[in-house]
């Protein structure tokens, strides 16, 4: 079977890639080999020598008639990511393509029989949460509160440190919970493109019967995550700026939750619904089994490095985060899978891989001067002035 991979110079899809080779799939890329991910129009040398590249843009017809042509499943990783306000971007990249994608499948009546498309735990929003104070609760004494899916946070709110997020209908603080695949509530541009995607994946797939499955990622780690493209991915972040001397720094207090998933385990996740007729037309979390805050994860990141440098929390926010968010991965459990690489092994590969890079630079304070420029990180009131 001939399998296109968009976006498979990138992280993801060069690991995906690898998986499918090694299972006997023939592997055809599509990559528009986009700055600041790639520093040239060449692919990555990571990119096997048997897969056939095609160097384009999704956001083309013709590009995509010329890279579907002889293929029978297809993995659409291709996106822009981050949280710059070119919103447009987003939609154009992630959800037109997509459509583009279905167009072209079902106007030229091509012979695919499966696609997988990349979204993101950002379509969770804030997320799950369940009210402290037990309000809607059952009166007989139930002991949990109610599951409250909060809106975002407002800019008042994050300028005065009040992090946490309080229940909705009686104000009282509410403890995170792991969303499932059940509600969503995307609230930034990214997080609303990528609902956008699946949305149109899951009813054109229905619709004309090509099988479809998306996947909703956490955070995702391992070798090759670029470490130019310094707008977003803790771990290369903290990486870079660690073995260049420079403290972690964390967002918020730091004492954000998240899940963190192997690359490896992703990659096998992906091939995993793409041969089991089981997880057809439906939507899956791709999640990790470790849990920490950012802080902890910066002071592992420390450890594993074998530096010894405190995380600096200098009283910064980024605009279009949210709080705690944690994914729900019985679903994707069920049909087999889970989750295996330790965040020990994972934190490894990446500084190991991190330190063989030989024009590995400190990307972050760049990264940080433009999202500050453009308003994405801003100072909380107490440190107003500190620049
Ligand atoms: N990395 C994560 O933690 C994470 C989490 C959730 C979801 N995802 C999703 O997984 C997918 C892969 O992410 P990744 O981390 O491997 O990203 P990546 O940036 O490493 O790779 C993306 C690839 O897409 C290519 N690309 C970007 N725009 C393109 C365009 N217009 N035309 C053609 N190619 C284009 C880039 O050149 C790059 O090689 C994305 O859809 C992303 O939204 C990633």
């Known amino acids: 079977m001939r399998v296109l991979v968009t976006g498979g110079a990138g992280f993801i899809g060069s690991h995906t890639v690898d998986l499918l080779l090694a299972k006997g799939y023939g592997v055809r890329v599509l990559?528009?080999?986009?700055?600041?991910?790639h520093a040239a129009k060449i692919p990555p040398e990571y990119v096997p020598r048997q897969v056939d590249f095609v160097c384009g843009d999704v956001r083309d017809r013709a590009t995509w008639q010329r890279a579907l042509s002889g293929i029978e499943a297809v993995f659409h990783l291709a996106a822009y990511q981050d949280y710059l306000p070119d919103f447009s971007t987003f939609i154009h990249t992630n959800s037109v393509s997509t459509a583009l994608l279905y167009e072209v499948v079902i106007a030229e009546r091509l012979p695919v029989h499966k696609v997988v498309v990349a979204s993101s735990q950002a379509v969770y929003g804030e997320g799950k949460y369940r009210c402290r104070a037990k309000c809607g609760a059952d009166p007989n004494g139930a002991l949990s509160g109610a599951i409250r899916f909060p809106p975002m946070r407002e800019e008042r709110q994050l300028i005065q440190c009040e992090w946490e997020l309080k229940c909705p209908e009686c104000g009282a603080f509410m403890t995170p919970e792991a969303s499932d695949e059940a509600g969503v509530n995307p609230h930034n541009s990214y997080a609303i493109s990528?609902?956008?995607q699946e949305m149109i994946a899951l009813s054109l797939g229905r619709r004309y019967g090509v099988p479809?499955?998306?996947l909703r990622y956490s955070i995702v780690q391992g070798a090759r995550q670029s470490f130019r493209n310094a707008y977003s991915g803790i771990l290369r972040i903290f990486t870079q700026r660690l073995l260049h001397g420079n403290a972690p720094v964390c967002f918020e207090d730091g004492q954000q939750l998240r899940?963190?998933?192997?690359?490896h385990d992703v990659a096998r996740a992906n091939a995993l619904v793409l041969e089991d007729d089981r997880?057809?037309?439906?939507?899956?979390?791709?999640?990790?089994s470790h849990r920490?805050?950012?802080l902890e994860y910066a002071r592992l990141v420390a450890k594993r490095a074998g530096i010894e440098i405190e995380p600096e929390i200098p009283g910064l926010y980024r605009v279009g985060d949210v709080r705690h968010i944690v994914s729900d991965i019985t679903k994707l459990c069920a049909l087999g899978w889970t989750p295996v690489v330790s965040l020990e092994d994972i934190v490894d590969e990446y500084i190991s891989w991190a330190r063989s890079e030989r024009d590995l630079h400190d990307y972050s304070p760049q990264a940080e001067t433009h999202m500050r420029a453009v308003g994405t990180i801003r100072r909380t009131a107490s440190r107003l002035g500190a620049d």
């Open 31 to 37: 990559d528009g080999l986009v700055p600041p991910v």
């Open 194 to 196: 990528k609902y956008a």
């Open 212 to 214: 479809t499955v998306c």
């Open 259 to 263: 899940d963190y998933v192997s690359v």
């Open 279 to 288: 997880a057809d037309f439906g939507t899956f979390n791709v999640g990790g």
């Open 292 to 294: 920490k805050t950012v």
